[in-house]
């Protein structure tokens, strides 16, 4: 996108917020980078050149608009929709892989050397691995001075700076304003609005593009929450989390332009990530208009869409803990599946304290879960096998489910295992994995409603006309549920 200079100049001109987090525009004269949308005068054309990531700006001696602050911008989609190593790399990053385990660290698990690594990085996203750490790092500094009293020296190391000197040149670098001066802009504007601030809770909002349909994405976390792990609570859901560093609890709240989110983490250096699984679980970084533009190609999807624009997949803040609760619901209800999760939530998850509501338990891990005991499980004789297997599994290591996990791969060794299906695999694929193109034929709400509006309803013929979809058909998933009156398509009162 960023290397079509005509295209980026009517976005610019336009001020299309669609471009947000696609591309950056750079400034000559001022030395400034913007996203797309910053509401200042578009600077002339010849002025403008094009970046593909933010710290590509940085690399190349731009510094942030103090307007549009194009450092929160959302992020790319395209590393949603690509399965190679460059999107696997920057998922990776997203989720603070180089800063717990450095270049070298990305570089094992995405099975490259450094050198290719950075090559790759550097010829599609003008930055490595490093600058985009880097760039990732100065945001969670500027949201910690911004959002919580804590003293810089603490803020630095709570963002991942090695130093003090570090964190301090690379603030005045990317914002032009010093640690002190960031917080003072920000006090002032505290003042002004009067926004209640509770001690020990990080607010903060988390751009999307537009559309949104927060029905399904927030009513499917809802109906199948896990009592103890998730729960809706005063228009928000919330849920624990797992974290490197600690645990975290989150409260998640659709807004018009935003969503509200309030995190409450036992250690800050944990932040980061934090932001990064619950943007990922809400697909914040998906371009509705992409999707929707191509599931209107077909005329009787399109109506749904019509009505209905901007759904997102809900996905999950850890892959291995959707494996195993996609186990335990096969072939039964919501409401069974809930209850499976939550006897084993409460008989090996890690107690948490939850002042604001009731949340009890961290799901348990799959270490915790391998050395159960069979005959302690209600469940079918094979599902307890199934089960054991898959947590054998990812504790050992011979299954590998994350952002580094490469979905052919991953569908084959779950096929692979006893009692997966092609429903288990692709809902994990879809909903664990993220997925775009993952698609449930066999799955018996797609099935009636396809019948509904006319579509194939046996699998193969569904999975014919469904190459229409491609590679959008998990969003197309979710909008042949909401066909349908099941409390997952529906915001809980």
Avoid at 8 to 30: E, I, M, P
Avoid at 31 to 50: D, G, H, L, Q
Avoid at 395 to 401: E, I, Q, V, Y
Wanted: glycine share 6%; with cysteine.
């Amino acid at each position: 996108m960023h290397t079509d200079t005509e295209r980026c100049v009517r976005a610019v001109r336009s001020k299309d917020a669609r471009f947000d987090g696609v591309f950056f525009t750079a400034v000559l004269t001022t030395r400034i980078y913007c996203r797309p949308s910053c509401p200042v005068v578009p600077p002339k054309a010849e002025n403008m050149v094009f970046h593909p990531s933010a710290a590509s700006c940085q690399r190349a001696g731009f510094r942030a608009c103090k307007r549009c602050r194009p450092d929160t911008s959302p992020g790319s989609p395209e590393w949603n929709v690509r399965a190679d190593a460059v999107a696997r790399a920057m998922r990776l990053i997203q989720d603070g892989i180089v800063d717990r385990e450095g270049v070298p660290g990305l570089a094992a698990r995405l099975g490259y050397s450094t050198r290719q690594i950075e090559r790759q990085l550097l010829a599609e996203l003008g930055a490595g691995p490093l600058a985009l750490a880097r760039a990732q790092r100065a945001q969670t500094a500027r949201l910690l001075i911004e959002t919580t009293p804590m003293p810089m020296a603490e803020i630095a190391f709570a963002a991942g700076f090695s130093s003090i000197r570090t964190f301090n040149d690379t603030v005045r670098e990317v914002f032009a304003l010093a640690p002190g001066e960031l917080r003072a802009r920000a006090t002032r504007s505290r003042a002004a609005d009067r926004a209640p601030r509770t001690p020990g809770v990080i607010a903060l909002r988390l751009p999307y593009r537009s559309p949104l349909n927060p029905s399904n994405l927030f009513g499917h976390l809802a109906a199948t929450a896990v009592p103890g792990v998730e729960e809706w609570r005063d228009g928000a859901y919330r849920r624990t989390l797992t974290l490197p560093h600690g645990h975290g609890i989150v409260s998640l709240a659709p807004r018009s332009d935003h969503i509200a989110c309030r995190l409450s983490l036992t250690d800050p250096r944990d932040l980061t990530l934090a932001i990064s699984r619950c943007r990922w679980m809400l697909d914040l970084d998906a371009d509705p208009v992409a999707v929707d533009e191509q599931l209107r190609t077909d005329p009787l999807l399109a109506p749904l869409v019509e009505r209905a624009p901007g759904r997102r997949v809900p996905r999950t803040v850890d892959a291995a803990e959707f494996a195993v609760r996609a186990v335990l619901g096969q072939q039964v209800s919501t409401a069974a599946a809930r209850t499976h999760a939550a006897r084993l939530v409460t008989a090996h998850g890690v107690p948490v304290e939850d002042p604001e509501g009731g949340l009890t338990h961290l799901f348990p891990a799959p270490e915790a879960l391998a050395g159960l005991d069979p005959e302690s499980l209600a469940l079918p004789r094979s599902r307890r096998a199934t089960l054991l297997t898959l947590v054998e599994a990812l504790a050992d290591g011979s299954l590998g489910l994350g952002p580094a996990t490469d979905w052919d791969e991953a569908r084959a060794r779950l096929l692979a295992l006893p009692g997966f299906g092609p429903w288990t695999t692709e809902v994990i694929a879809m909903r664990a994995l993220g997925d775009p193109d993952a698609f449930l034929p066999g799955d018996l709400g797609v099935r009636r409603a396809a019948e509904g509006l006319g579509l194939p309803s046996t699998p193969a013929a569904l999975t014919a006309r469904a190459a229409l979809w491609r590679p959008w058909r998990a969003y197309a998933v979710q909008y042949l549920w909401a066909t349908d009156s099941h409390p997952i398509n529906h915001l809980p009162a």
